[in-house]
């Protein structure tokens, strides 16, 4: 990481720390902002580029990437609610990846993708799979929480200016990650992947290609858990089978007859 991306991080996270205290507001010399804004790579962190990489130099650059996720600033609205920066979790040379859509309260909290309701699901329908949640990786679309500005609760999807500023860090974590299977979970993982507009219902279940990688759009555990019929529980399990048979995973007579009716 470079000395300034050190800089900024430590600044953020004194920063955040003030807030915890429940400071509201900080005093900044004006010189010294200046100074900070003629700083090398003040502007912004570069956005990512499509370069790929040797593996050798994969884990330090994507513990750069990471880094210069937690110091990004480039949705202000966004920056001031967030409580931490969501980047991933996982096995950073995962076969598999599961995307999602955006942090809610819990992964805001935890600075952790699906750790909530819709993650503990997720986390089963993962085990259920036959595989641990650190064989995978878990990232979001979004990494910040959609602000809800006046609203003490709930969620808001993230806007499409948001995911053109964001993508490009998942676009290059894709790139270190190289995964053999994208998993994207909801309408609004589909359509940040795949850049465009898709109706869930129809999409899901049917391969597609992001970027040379096969992407299988399925339905957001949010949605088995408003929906808890045997039909839909059986849709996304269906398209996990699918998945395990591309990724040449074993699958056992019991898990191919999950969720079917009785
Ligand atoms: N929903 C998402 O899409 N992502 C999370 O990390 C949590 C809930």
């Known amino acids: 990481m470079s000395a300034y991306h050190q800089l900024l991080a430590a600044t953020v996270d004194y920063l955040k720390q003030q807030k915890a205290n429940g400071q509201r507001h900080v005093v900044v010399d004006p010189a010294k902002l200046a100074a900070l804004m003629r700083a090398p790579q003040a502007a912004q962190p570069h956005p990512p580029t499509t370069q790929s990489s040797s593996v050798s130099a994969k884990t330090d650059s994507f513990v750069e990437l990471r880094e210069m996720?937690?110091?990004?600033?480039?949705?202000?609205?966004?920056?001031?609610?967030?409580?931490?920066?969501?980047?991933?979790?996982?096995?950073?040379?995962?076969?598999?990846?599961?995307?999602?859509?955006?942090?809610?309260?819990?992964?805001?909290?935890?600075?952790?993708?699906?750790?909530?309701?819709?993650?503990?699901?997720?986390?089963?329908?993962?085990?259920?799979?036959?595989?641990?949640?650190?064989?995978?990786?878990?990232?979001?679309?979004?990494?910040?929480?959609?602000?809800?500005?006046?609203?003490?609760?709930?969620?808001?999807?993230?806007?499409?200016?948001?995911?053109?500023?964001?993508?490009?860090?998942?676009?290059?974590?894709?790139?270190?990650?190289?995964?053999?299977?994208?998993?994207?979970?909801?309408?609004?993982?589909?359509?940040?992947?795949?850049?465009?507009?898709?109706?869930?219902?129809?999409?899901?279940?049917?391969?597609?290609?992001?970027?040379?990688?096969?992407?299988m759009p399925t339905f957001h555990p949010a949605y088995l858990l408003r929906n808890q019929s045997l039909t839909e529980k059986r849709k996304i399990w269906e398209d996990m089978l699918a998945v395990m048979e591309k990724a040449a995973m074993p699958i056992s007579e019991k898990q191919r007859g999950f969720f079917l009716p009785r």
């Open 69 to 215: 996720v937690q110091a990004c600033t480039q949705c202000p609205n966004l920056v001031s609610s967030r409580k931490n920066v969501v980047f991933g979790v996982g096995n950073e040379s995962a076969d598999i990846m599961f995307i999602g859509e955006a942090p809610g309260a819990d992964e805001d909290a935890a600075g952790e993708p699906f750790v909530g309701k819709a993650g503990q699901l997720l986390t089963k329908i993962i085990e259920t799979m036959g595989l641990k949640r650190d064989q995978v990786y878990i990232a979001n679309i979004l990494k910040c929480r959609p602000d809800t500005p006046g609203k003490r609760y709930g969620n808001r999807p993230p806007s499409g200016d948001e995911m053109a500023t964001c993508s490009p860090w998942l676009h290059r974590q894709i790139e270190f990650i190289q995964p053999k299977i994208i998993v994207a979970l909801g309408k609004t993982a589909v359509e940040g992947l795949l850049e465009q507009q898709v109706a869930i219902t129809r999409f899901r279940g049917t391969w597609q290609t992001y970027r040379d990688i096969p992407l």
